[in-house]
């Protein structure tokens, strides 16, 4: 072995050429990564604009918002002039049908044999509605409720119980709960 005790040759502190080495090489990373840093920005930047640039070629060129659908694309040339096809043969002389066309209206429909055979239920006489409201009133002043859907109160059959008798019974939840003192 060396004279010292460590592998390398040196013991405790590295030399000075290796110490002012690793200071340079670190002060170059730090550059090459500042400089790798900008070139990333400016190529995201330039990405986005050229999305911004397509997408307002799609918006401006043929199908697009601000194009119409029926205009001819602007890129192909006029196509060659060719002979018109022949006219259609005539089918009449006469005038076009006019695009006005004639409704017939449906007969109206029969009544079924059953219902001929069943009496239909009168119906009840309705009450004669008290004198007409004034004219001179809102609408919804002059709205009167239909007396035949108004709700009518229903009495009490026996296996209901009257009110006030739940008492001795015990409530809707059970018995009632004694009065605080």
Avoid: C
Avoid at 89 to 95: D, F, L, R
Avoid at 105 to 116: G, I, L, N, T
Avoid at 129 to 148: E, G, K, S
Wanted: glycine share 8%; no cysteine.
């Amino acid at each position: 072995m060396s004279k010292n005790n460590t592998p390398g040759g040196f013991n405790g502190a590295p030399p000075k050429y290796l110490n002012d080495f690793s200071k340079a090489l670190a002060s170059e990373v730090r550059i090459l990564l500042a400089e790798v840093g900008k070139l990333r920005d400016e190529r995201r930047q330039l990405q986005y604009e050229i999305a911004e640039l397509m997408s307002v070629k799609s918006k401006h060129g043929a199908g697009g918002e601000y194009t119409p659908d029926w205009a001819p694309k602007p890129e192909e040339p006029p196509a060659p002039a060719s002979p018109p096809p022949p006219p259609p043969p005539a089918v009449e002389a006469g005038p076009a049908r006019p695009a006005w066309r004639v409704v017939h209206k449906r007969e109206e429909r029969r009544p079924k044999a059953k219902a001929k055979a069943l009496p239909a239920p009168e119906p009840a006489a309705a009450p004669v509605p008290p004198d007409p409201p004034a004219a001179n009133l809102p609408a919804w002043a002059q709205w009167r409720p239909n007396p035949l859907l108004s709700p009518m109160p229903v009495a009490g059959t026996p296996a209901s119980p009257m009110p006030g008798s739940h008492a001795a019974h015990g409530g809707l939840f059970g018995p009632p709960s004694p009065p605080p003192k």
